[in-house]
């Protein structure tokens, strides 16, 4: 290979590797997000299934009053 065809792919790894670096970040990052959006919906689920009244109770226990 020439010099120049090396400069070009050696400047194309590090671009790519950076906006690998980057999606890796968003990805995890939405991870965390989705495992708490999960947990509400666990909540939700529990609250649906017991009915109205009690998970009333539950949310006036959790913020004590």
């Not at 991870?31 to 009915?51: N, P, Q, S, W």
């Amino acid at each position: 290979m020439d010099q120049v065809t090396e400069t070009k792919l050696a400047v194309h790894e590090a671009i790519c590797s950076e906006r690998y670096n980057s999606i890796d970040r968003s990805l995890r990052d939405g991870d965390k997000r989705m495992t708490k959006i999960e947990y509400l919906l666990y909540g939700l689920i529990v609250c649906v299934l017991f009915g109205p009244g009690v998970a009333g109770e539950l949310v006036k226990k959790i913020l004590g009053l």
